[in-house]
């Protein structure tokens, strides 16, 4: 039986997971899982640690000893919590890796990339070039490499390519597309292609996400508060968006580049851009190499240039 | 009320008719024995049915099934085959003629009555006779069911009508047969007829109807009504009523002069039509029981009426044929006013259809009152400066036309209020202010203005039939074999074209074309009327509108076909029922139908527009059509080729044969080798070589010969070509098949003397092969030769020998390929190939840019005046000239838009999608919209827009969150998410929804005598609007309008801080700039603020007359109130003196600009410049300056105007 499926003992944690609820995947026990699940689960729980910025060295540690025959896995986890916790890999285990060999080697090696080199193109090789030769197999099993590339062409702004992908989907066998990873990737898409059915129903998902228990998961609940802020005011619902506003700054949360970008473009939507200048300062701060920061940039630059062009020599 | 005909057959006198419920065909029975069935559309004679002996009185078509009945006065009852066309069978029965016959409507009974006193049922399945009703004593001269009850109802001679109740017989018909009867039971049956074994009774009479002084000829149910009517000999029509226990008579209907032979009711309209052999056929209001038409045939008796069981059709029998005809118009009265249709629907009411929300309106006006009862609005002419209608109605000497405004709010049909009418047989605006009618008995056109006062009369000549509308300030003449475009303000005819029976004009969208539609033909030409192009169809034209792209839709009885102005035509739909086409809107065909409905057809354009790109060269799009639509079928090959594109249809092509045919037309070898593979077919290859050797192909040849076994040819090929080594193969080819004959004309070929000999030798020709041997001096074997034949050389005697023949060696290699020029492949073999439409290029046909106005939006007022005499009392509202300019097709809008580099994904649709330098600055595309800026505005300088450029790029972006760690994906805010066309996506652009609050900040500054903030909030309006997408007209207006309320604002105030900078001893600059201030549009709360500022100054610097001035104008805004109290108070002093002690350039009697440079007048008529964007003004020398009230664009630029419309 596919421990994946619905009535599978992994269906929760990985839902959990892949929905930034991290806090509840590091809370289960390894003893509540079969011998068999148990390696997956641990490797959830390291991702999560790891997500939520604490070190997870210690459960590394305890996982080699537990599971031996696995330091492939272990190697990759161990230099992923170094990136994380030191900002860069001495170990340059990311940089020797040329081509993946299995999933979770593809995924984070493709995240280094695009967080350490900034280099999304490569990356969008690297990944391809791991699906492309991923047997057919294993590709139906593991989506999680799909999910990074769908969003990597969306950051590029490729929504053909993202779209292409999601509908390659229709190929797969109806189980994968239970998974809650498609949901996910779905979900970005619906919002994306826009429309107001699209977005509504991309909206529903995160919704419903929400009413299950966050009390003491502030940092999820952020992160899911976020992308409805986004959702709603796509939807252009703006009162909405301003309680959603609210209740996010209640959280107290770390300031978060995305949030505060979104929140430029409400402040110029429903303030005529009153607080942006505001907003920028804190965006600089928060995140200094924000797209939006970049972006303006590069237009302010241009503006430069049509200024200086069209200027009469007065 | 007119009565058209449709049909008109020639025969001897018919007795029966009926109609078919599908097709468009009626079954006639003649007096002669013969039934001949009709196709009424065409006027064709189908089929001849001759079996009865003797006449054939009655006919009837089964509802569903291809069956058909007939009567005769042979007795008997046949059943007809539509199928075979033959007689299926013979009812036997009656016993004297049969006067009518009818199919049941869902039983399979036939009904019938005869000369012999009965009504007999009949079952057609097992072919017997179920019932006899007995009761009338005289003949029985109709006899029908009810159209959904089990009833009879009959007539007879009797002088009754009678309501047979016929449930019994249902009942038992329906009944399981339990078992087998005994005969006795059958015998029984047999005896009494209208019992059965259990005694129910088979048909009762329900109702004996009388009041007939006469016999009756015929009596009819009402299609829904307890209603019956009849007709009898005693020249009266008798409406009858039935409840469910009795019936009575209603009324009688008086005017016939003759026996009334038949009566129906209408089948959807409350009106009664009778005939009779006074020759008339007469309708009868049903309601009010009053005749409301005749017809008369001047020798011919009538016998019978039908009606269609759908259509508002009827058909009636007479002395010499049958006439089908229909009453009254069943062309909705119709017009088209931009995106609206304003039409009469079914119940005689306006409405209006919306084209862009597909939606129509509620009933907006009642005509019910307007003419008489059955009087139909033939014609509707719409005019929108004041929101009416013109409509015609009646015929002949009493047409008449009636001016109603619509209702401004359409709350249901109300009925009219103000209407203006007069006698007219055809109205319609011709502009603004004036319309036409014509009344045809004088030939006379009036020209009336909107009071319904005739200011022009204008008499035509009197071969002028009808008038059409002809565009702004004209009409067409119509004469029966020609139509005259006539100017009514010059009264002169402008040009005429020759063709016959005009009906109706249609105008294409950009008023360059009409097509003007008779019965069967239709003419399109140019708007100067010279011909274009002309078709015939066969069946009636109904009517016709042009597409955007202009193809002519048009729609006959049945069909909705296409014409291109080349005159290539052909069919896009068929119709169920006939339709009116209004307009057409890409794949959608707004038609009204019978009933008076807007009916939206779904078409494919494809083809005609394939066609039309093909006509126009415009092959680019022809490529697009190829590669996107499955366009396929003989008629679209044939057509490419007949064209000339063979190359075209190849593409289209499945079929091998035809692909290679085509091939071979367009000299495509390659392709034609190919499908001659998969075919092959010893006719293709032929042919293929044939046309292949035409090209020097000799590979190709060299194949088709070797595949046909053409061994001869083919030595002869290599023989040409040089090629020994091939040669001497096939000289063993020939040797192995044993074909001696090949085999030496191969040898001749390559010149292989000795082997010439041994075949020679061979065949027993020896002295042959001696002389051959012996002349090429092979004496060797000449020897052997003559020892083999048995004589000595001596005995031979051979002629001089000469020196033997070389054999010439080719020159080079074999010859290879004819070479051909290298031909360019056509345009489409190469776009298909590379797939690069693009790239190619090829002139576009012209669109024709400049739209067509409708009269009654017609910005040119239409003068008709006669003479200078007439008095000014009825001059135009000249006021209204002046708002004229929306024309803004002038300017080649398009040169304006700058080429956009391709983008992907959302930002390539908003890119794709701009209209608006708003549209490309969301988009991200700064450079386009700074450059249509540049071209519309003559924008300058940039920098002030720097913040609103920002805010609308950032406005439609976000940034949605996906995988911790990765940077959030680019997500868009759409103008409108209900949109799901991608080629609509435009991004949303903040600014319109809160240019009021603006407004009201920039006020409020104002009133806190903030100036400063005030003008930058209002130049910030400004900045805002540059940069701006708005929906619609009304928006456009509306930006417009604040834009100049905001330069008001921006000069005003400008103005007023500059008084307040002056130095206080520059009194006079100081009052003129006070009084400069007031002739600012500000509001009038605001305005009062100026006028106290100049009045307080005037006063207080001794300049009385104008504080005097000034506080006028303040009582005419402010007549009350504290202000008020003040500015009486300073008049009351300053007329004491009344007088200026400093003379300052201000007119407060004049009107004038200010200069937005200097502050100082420019009076009407002295030079100045403006700016774009804005309007504001300024005196010449400063053309070319940065606007002091914008800030940003440059006086006097060449500019074309802000667009704001995405």
Known sequence: ???????????????????????????????????????????????????????????????????????????????????????????????????????????????????????????????????????????????????????????????????????????????????IIYQVLESWLLAIKGESDNINNSYYFYDELLSTDFDDDPQGKFKLLNVLFVLTIQLKHYPEAQELLTQIKALNQKPNGDFIANHITFDYLVNDGANVDKLLVELKEAESDHPLLKDLEEKNSVFDEIVAKYSVSA | MKMLTKFESKSSRAKGVAFHPKRPWVLVSLHSSTIQLWDYRMGTLIDRFEDHVGPVRCVDFHPTQPLFVSGGDDYSIKVWSLNTRKCIFTLNGHLDYIRTVSFHKDLPWIISCSDDQTIRIWNWQNRQEIACLTGHNHYVMSAQFHPTE?????????????????????KKHSAPTSSMRSFEDQLQRQQLPQQDIFGNVNAIVKYVLEGHDKGVNYAAFHPTLPLIVSAGDDRVVKLWRMSDTKAWEVDTCRGHTGNVLCAVFHPHQDLILSVSDDKTIRVWDLNKRVPIKQFRRESDRFWLIASHPTINLFASCHDSGVMVFKLERERPAHAIFQNKLFYVNAEKQVQSYDFQ???????????????????????????????????????????????????????????????????????????????????????????????????????????????????????????????????????????????????????????????????????????????????????????????????????????????????????????????????????????????????????DPTEYRFKKSLVNKNFAEVLRIIKNSNLVGQNIIAYLQKKGYPEVALQFVQDPETRFELALECSNINVALEQAKILNNNTIWEK??????????????????????????????????????????????????????????????????????????????????????????????????????????????????????????????????????????????????????????????????????????????????????????????????????????IIPADEDFPVVAAADGEIGYWLKNAKTAGGYAAAGSFEQAASLLSKQLGVVNFEPLRSRFLEVYSSSKLYLPGIDDLPAMKDYIRADNDEDNPNKFKPYIPGFDSLEDQLALGFKYFNANNLEDAISTFRSIIYTITLITVEDEDQESKCKDVLVLCREYVLGLSIELARRALDPNDIKRNLELAAYFTRAQLQNPHKLNALQVAMTQSFKHKNFASASHFADEILK???????????????????????????????????????AATYTPIYRGSPSVSEELVGAKYKPEFKGSVCKITQITAVGAQASGLRIIG
Request: charged share 25%.
């Open chain 2, 1117 to 1155: 805004i402010s007549p009350s109130g504290q202000r008020a109290e003040r500015a009486q108070k300073v008049k009351a002093r300053a007329d004491q003196v009344a007088s200026d002690a400093i003379e300052i350039d201000f007119d407060p009697y004049a009107e004038f600009d200010i200069c």
């Open chain 2, 150 to 170: 089990d009833l009879i109802v009959s007539a007879s001679l009797d002088q009754t009508v009678r309501v047979w109740d016929i449930s019994g017989l249902r």
């Open chain 2, 357 to 603: 929300r597909n939606e129509a309106s509620l009933p907006m006006l009642s005509l019910k009152k307007i003419g008489k009862t059955w009087s139909f609005m033939r014609t509707l002419s719409y005019n929108q400066s004041d929101n009416s209608i013109l409509v015609t109605h009646g015929e002949g000497d009493s047409g008449n036309y009636a001016l109603i405004t619509l209702p401004k709010h359409v709350t249901g049909a109300i009925e009219p209020t103000d209407i203006r009418q007069g006698e007219g047989n055809f109205a319609c605006f011709i502009s603004r202010n004036r319309f036409v009618a014509f009344i045809k008995s004088s030939k006379t056109l009036h020209v009336k203005d909107l009071s319904n006062n005739i200011t022009k009369t204008i008499q035509l000549d009197s071969s002028v039939t009808d008038v059409l509308y002809g565009g702004p300030g004209r009409v067409l003449l119509v004469k029966s074999h020609s139509v005259v475009n006539y100017d009514v303000q010059q009264r002169k005819e402008l040009a005429e074209i020759s063709v016959n029976n005009v009906k109706y004009v249609s105008w294409s969208n950009d008023g360059q074309n009409l097509a003007l539609l008779s019965k069967h033909t239709i003419t399109i030409a140019t708007k100067d009327l010279e011909l274009v192009t002309s078709m015939h169809e066969t069946i009636r034209i109904k009517s016709a509108a042009w597409d955007d792209s202009g193809v002519l839709l048009y729609s006959t009885l049945n069909h909705i076909k296409y014409t291109l102005l080349n005159g290539d035509n052909g069919i896009i739909k068929t119709l169920e029922n006939t339709l009116y086409i209004t307009r057409i809107a890409q794949k959608q065909v707004y038609c009204l139908n019978r009933s008076g409905e807007v009916e939206v057809v779904n078409i």
């Open chain 1, 1 to 179: 039986m596919d421990a994946f499926s619905d009535s599978g003992e992994l269906y929760t944690i990985r839902n959990q997971f892949y929905t930034n609820q991290h806090h509840k995947v590091k809370s289960y026990s390894l003893n509540q899982f079969s011998p068999e699940s148990q390696l997956k689960v641990l490797e959830y729980q390291i991702r999560s640690t790891i997500a939520v910025e604490e070190d997870a060295s210690q459960l590394i540690e305890e996982g080699k000893s537990k599971f031996p025959g696995n330091e492939d896995l272990f190697q990759l986890l161990s230099a992923w919590d170094d990136l994380k916790s030191f900002g860069t890999d001495d170990s340059t285990y990311f940089d020797d890796i040329k081509t993946a060999s299995y999933e979770l080697q593809a995924v984070l090696t493709t995240i280094y990339l695009v967080k350490l080199e900034k280099d999304i193109d490569q990356a969008i090789t690297f990944l391809t070039n791991y699906i492309d030769n991923a047997n057919t197999l294993n590709k139906y099993n593991e989506i999680e490499p799909f999910l990074i590339l769908v969003q990597l062409h969306l950051i590029k702004g490729n929504f053909s390519a993202a779209n292409k992908i999601f509908l390659s989907f229709k190929n797969f066998p109806d189980s994968a597309r239970d998974n």
């Open chain 2, 688 to 889: 293929l070589g044939e046309e292949a050797l035409n090209q020097g192909n000799l590979e190709v040849v060299e194949f088709v010969y070797q595949k046909l076994h053409l061994f001869d040819k083919l030595a002869f090929l290599y023989t040409y070509k040089g090629d020994s080594e091939r040669l001497h193969k096939m000289a063993t080819v020939a040797e192995h098949r044993g074909d001696v004959s090949a085999l030496v004309q191969n040898t001749l070929y390559n010149n292989d003397v000795k082997k010439r000999c041994q075949v020679y030798i061979q065949s027993g020709m020896l002295p042959l092969a001696y002389v051959l041997a012996k002349s090429n001096g092979f004496t060797e074997l000449a020897q052997q030769i003559l020892q083999e034949a048995g004589v000595e050389e001596k005995d031979v005697e051979l002629p001089e020998i000469g020196s033997t023949v070389a054999l010439p060696q080719p020159v080079t290699e074999p010859l290879g390929n004819w070479p051909l020029k290298e031909s360019s492949l056509s345009f489409f073999e190469s776009a298909l190939l590379t797939g690069q439409v693009e790239n190619l290029s090829l002139e576009q046909s012209e669109e024709a840019t400049d739209k067509f106005v409708d009269a009654s939006a017609a910005v040119v007022d239409f003068n008709d005046e006669d003479d200078a005499l007439e008095d000014e009392g009825d001059a135009w509202d000249l006021d209204d000239d002046l708002d004229i300019p929306e024309d803004d097709e």
